[in-house]
């Protein structure tokens, strides 16, 4: 473990749970974790090839508790995704439209979206979430303007906003450094940035997946920019199309290297910032070039949110993304190391465009509900898991 962020609780591990780690033959793997100590590439490895999924979740929900006990949080907020034009040409998506005049392509007015967060004057939310393509033909003020509009709108609500795929493409675009976009963003009102656009870190199935966006060395500068002007932020890995499982191991250690760096300067200057939560992203198949690859098992998503707890030993919380999951799988994934389902989210569109059959969204009361019905205990959060409310 690091020294800048530890596990604050004292769970045990059944002897049921031995027993099977025992007969997978992770003896030592499980003694490596119950020491405290970081597990290995190699580790990891082991873990995601191992097919007992069941004694693998058991020893991520013994660090899970660690963490954090039998408390999950989730937040109420929703999501603006302004616009799906999009000069990227991933081949898994299917939220994008290349031009303007593409079928179900659109671009929201400023005055539209803002109707969004305006639609909610009355309701409690905490965090606006924004993503949006590659759009060749908008200024950079369409951007500063919106945040200004969001939070001339409800000041009191937490933006986080722009992934680092679209960080670097403003930079380019408009011929900014990294740190001078998230300036003019910051001054606009961003608050913090989420973990998109990370996809999976190996070259190989990069070049394939996304060859056309920010590298994986340009997606670590943002973020480690990101930190160093203090902002927290998130990071994701979409597993389950054509990577490998090494590669899904190798992209944790990358992260949790980048983590160790942001959190020792952290230590020294309080006011950097470091990752804050992990989410791993199920491919969903529909709508994109790769509706021929089959989608992840359920098996297969639980075993790699055990293997991301247990490999990101530097990071607070794990989250299950209940609208990439559905809900049955992310009450489960509360076994499994996640910590965090999201929120309310509202009017989500890349994954539902992929072929999601999620709701649009949950209520809290549901959430809650989604929760305790997981033997878990509900815990409402801001962005920084902060307590909002008493749930």
């Known amino acids: 473990m690091t020294a800048a962020l530890k596990p604050t609780h004292s769970p045990r591990l059944s002897p049921l749970a031995h027993m099977g780690l025992k007969r997978a033959g992770l003896t030592q793997i499980t003694e490596k974790v119950l020491a405290g100590e970081r597990l290995s590439l190699q580790d990891g490895l082991r873990l995601i090839e191992e097919p007992d999924v069941a004694s693998v979740g058991a020893l991520a929900n013994y660090v899970r508790e660690a963490w954090h006990g039998d408390l999950a949080y989730f937040n109420r907020n929703v999501h603006i995704n302004a616009t799906n034009v999009c000069e990227a040409s991933c081949i898994f998506c299917s939220f994008a439209r290349l031009t303007e005049d593409s ?21 409690f939310i905490t965090e606006v979430h924004i993503v949006n393509g590659l759009h060749p033909g908008l200024p950079f003020s369409y951007y500063t303007d919106l945040l200004r509009a969001i939070k001339q709108e409800r000041p009191d609500l937490h933006i986080k906003g722009f992934t680092a795929v679209e960080v670097h493409y403003y930079a380019e675009k408009y011929e900014m450094s990294y740190a001078q976009v998230l300036q003019e963003f910051r001054d606009a009102g961003l608050d913090s940035l989420p973990g998109g656009g990370a ?13 056309d966006k920010v590298t994986t060395d ?8 990101a930190h160093s002007l203090g902002f927290k ?41 470091c990752f804050q939560t992990f989410i791993p992203l199920r491919f969903h198949n529909e709508n994109n070039r790769l509706e021929r690859i089959t989608e992840p098992t359920a098996a297969d998503t639980l075993r790699t949110i055990a293997v991301s707890r247990l490999m990101l030993d530097n990071f607070s919380h794990v989250k299950s993304y209940w609208v990439m999951l559905g809900m049955s799988l992310a009450q489960l994934s509360l076994s499994y190391g996640a910590s965090d389902i999201d929120g309310t989210v509202r009017e989500e569109r890349i994954y539902h465009m992929a072929g999601a059959r999620t709701p649009q969204e949950l209520t809290r009361t549901e959430l809650v509900q989604m929760i305790r019905n997981a033997g878990r205990i509900p815990v409402e959060r801001d962005t920084h898991y902060l307590v909002a409310a008493e749930a």
């Open 199 to 211: 996809e999976i870190f190996a070259e190989r199935a990069r070049k394939k997946l996304c060859p």
């Open 218 to 225: 340009g997606w670590l500068k943002v973020h480690r920019t």
């Open 103 to 123: 079928p179900l392509s659109y671009t929201m007015t400023l005055k539209e979206a803002v109707g969004r967060i305006e639609a909610l004057r009355d309701a």
């Open 233 to 273: 932020t998130n990071a994701t890995m979409l597993f389950g199309s054509i990577e490998k499982l090494q590669e899904r191991v190798e992209h944790l250690v990358t992260l949790r290297e980048l983590q160790d760096e942001s959190l020792e300067k952290r230590a020294v200057d309080p006011n950097a910032g």
